[in-house]
């Protein structure tokens, strides 16, 4: 009697984490999000609120 | 009949086995050489920058002084660094992934707007039209040529920087890497990002720069440039960052059989430079009083440490591997057998770790040391700060690549190493030199000398200012590290050129047979012993469980952790006796 056929593994997915560093386009995004909001927005947003100074 | 075969656009390279394109090969070759011309001329205004600041020997007059700061400055922080990051850049994404690169004539199209720009700038600031000095601040005005130069350059390297995430993708979907990208790469890609960051910035203002320079717009904002600007001025130099990292695991593969101690772990440190170590851009304004200490603070401690507690990673993950691997090789005697054992004579590898260590030790400490808000008051404008960058930019970056290059001249150039003998001991000369010259600036900066300042006797000043005499021994130390790094600097850039222009053909390469020119980790590739799996396993079970299979690193560490320390609550009590209580 001829020998089963082996079923193929399903390929195992790697991990979440994995996956997110592996997500070249996520951490370009992520990267100019943060810089953009905490230092050129909360620095712009820091000068332009900056009430005018008045002459003695 | 049937049609000509086409040749292959690939070459297989002898020592690795790896395809390689040959227009990608062409674009590292041409972003290369045009990098160690623009370090031929950083270097030279060295010369004279630092024979000026020398007191004693006050070279320029003060109008040359600035001009050649300002040379100085765009060469070597820009030029040098940025052409070399793209040849880097293109190395990664084709050699390293065995993949055709994106659009390469339009890789020729960047290189030539980056060229472009980058002689408008030599022309404009050497003929005295720009004297803005680098960070070029309002209300100083330069040529309008000269903010045009840099836009130019600016958006040559983000086309360039586009085209290798294309090839990123290229390589995916050809599938000529399985699994997740090489931790060099890895490294590359983090620098890219980063490239991304620092050059929308540098778009952002210097368009608006352009256009108050032919009166287009009425006035550019002081505080908004300058907050603007340091997004490119000091992240520019965290691509660097980014890549010397990604040199430094490849060298360490290449040199002594280096192996990565943990992928999870050394991609994270990536990660955390990709999110946060931009926002060192801010330690340059700490002292401006435009911001409030919520953003000073988050963007310089909460966040930047982040990045800080990566580059701890990285400094500790690198020379681990390195002891690991030569411990892998048979190299297991005592604490630091393997750093004896480890090949000295091998530029590759004394230009690294000579790299790791002043990059970490002097860079790294004074770096954070002085990015303190509270600590940044005392040092703020004085040489401390050309101190700590000289230690990372040019004893970290510069040094890495020049390692890196004494592996790329046989790799992709296929050429011997020319002056072999001066290769194998210009590292030291290199790194001493700019040792001495960064404790130099770094201690004249302590006793209150000012950076970017002509004359620091205030000859013509109607008011009297005297300095410690100690100040006049440190600026010699620096005068004499400087000629001895600038010495080294210009040794390197002769072998550079005889190598890829006038160089000894690689020729027929056999495995085990050292040839003078070619470096020892290519003639000799490291490999583990024959019992590897038996001395990984008594490593493991013998080693202490404090230091793991690394006591030696471990131990190197310790003492950085112990000089972090001295250095850092050293300076609190600097800024204590500065600041009186009662």
């Known amino acids: ?56 | 009949m049937s049609a000509p075969a086409l040749p292959s656009p690939f070459r297989t390279c002898v020592f690795t086995g790896r395809r390689i394109h040959k227009d990608a090969e062409a674009l590292v070759k041409a972003n290369a050489v045009v990098a160690v011309v623009a370090l031929l001329i950083g270097a030279i205004a060295a010369l004279l920058l630092v024979l000026t600041r020398w007191q004693a020997v006050h070279l320029l007059p003060a109008d040359w002084y600035y001009r050649i700061l300002g040379v100085h400055g765009m060469n070597m922080l820009i030029f040098f660094i940025i052409y070399f990051e793209m040849a880097v850049l293109w190395f990664a994404s084709t050699a390293l992934l065995n993949a055709r690169p994106a659009a390469p004539r339009l890789g020729w199209v960047s290189f030539g707007l980056m060229s472009v720009g980058a002689l408008i700038v030599e022309w404009m600031q050497w003929s005295g039209k720009a004297d803005v000095l680098f960070t070029s601040y309002p209300p100083l005005k330069a040529h309008p040529l000269f903010y045009l130069g840099i836009i130019l350059f600016a958006v040559g390297a983000l086309i360039m920087v586009g085209q290798f995430f294309a090839t990123l993708v290229i390589a995916k979907r050809e599938k000529t890497y399985e699994g997740s990208l090489p931790l060099v790469v890895y490294g590359a890609v983090t620098a890219a990002i980063i490239a991304v960051i620092t050059l929308l910035h540098g778009a952002m203002i210097y368009i608006p720069t352009f256009l108050w320079s032919i009166g287009v717009i009425e006035s550019v904002d002081p505080q908004i440039y300058r907050m603007i600007w340091w997004g490119l001025g000091h992240s520019s130099q965290q691509i660097n960052v980014a890549a010397m990292v990604a040199v430094w695991y490849m060298l360490a593969a290449l040199t002594v059989g280096g192996v990565v101690l943990n992928e999870k772990v050394s991609r994270s440190a990536f990660v955390l430079y990709v999110l946060f170590i931009s926002m060192a851009s801010a330690h340059h304004l700490l002292v401006d009083p435009g911001f409030g200490p919520a953003w000073k603070i988050v963007n310089t401690s909460y966040f930047m440490y982040m990045a800080v507690l990566a580059s701890m990673i990285h400094g500790f993950t690198v020379p681990a591997g390195m002891e690991l691997g030569m411990r892998l090789r048979g190299y297991t005697q005592g604490l630091f057998g393997w750093l004896r054992r480890a090949p000295w004579g091998d530029p590759g590898f004394s230009g690294m770790v000579f790299s790791v260590v002043v990059f970490g030790f002097v860079g790294g400490i004074t770096g954070v040391t002085i990015g303190t808000e509270q600590i940044n008051i005392i040092a703020h404008n004085t040489m401390r700060i050309p101190g700590h960058f000289h230690a990372t930019v040019v004893s970290g970056t510069a040094m890495a690549f020049m390692a890196a290059t004494y592996y790329l001249i046989p790799l992709v150039f296929r050429r011997k190493v020319a002056f072999w003998a001066a290769a194998r001991w210009q590292p030291y000369l290199f790194a001493l030199g700019m040792l001495l010259l960064s404790m130099g600036m770094t201690f004249a900066g302590s006793f209150g000398v000012p950076r970017r300042h002509w004359d620091i006797s205030f000859s013509q000043a109607p008011f009297s200012v005297q300095f410690d005499p100690a100040v006049d021994l440190v600026l010699a130390v620096m005068g004499i590290g400087g000629i001895m790094a600038v010495t080294g600097a210009l040794i390197f850039i002769a072998i550079a050129v005889k190598s890829v222009f006038f160089g000894e053909p690689l020729g027929e390469v056999v495995r085990g047979v050292a040839v003078a020119g070619i470096p020892q980790g290519l003639t000799h590739p490291p490999v583990h012993a024959a019992n590897v799996d038996e001395i990984n396993e008594r490593l493991h079970r013998e080693s202490s469980r404090w230091t793991g299979p690394t006591p030696g690193t471990m131990a190197l560490v310790a003492v950085f952790l112990v000089a972090f320390v001295v250095y850092y609550f050293t300076n609190w009590k600097l800024l204590s006796v500065l600041w009186k209580v009662g």
């Open chain 1, 1 to 56: 009697m001829p020998s089963p056929e082996p079923t193929p593994q399903p390929e195992e997915s790697p991990p979440l984490m994995q996956r997110l560093f592996d997500n070249v386009f996520l951490l370009l995004a992520l990267g100019l999000v943060i810089m953009f909001v905490v230092y050129t927005g909360w620095g712009m947003w820091e000068i332009l609120s900056m009430p005018q100074g008045t002459l003695p």
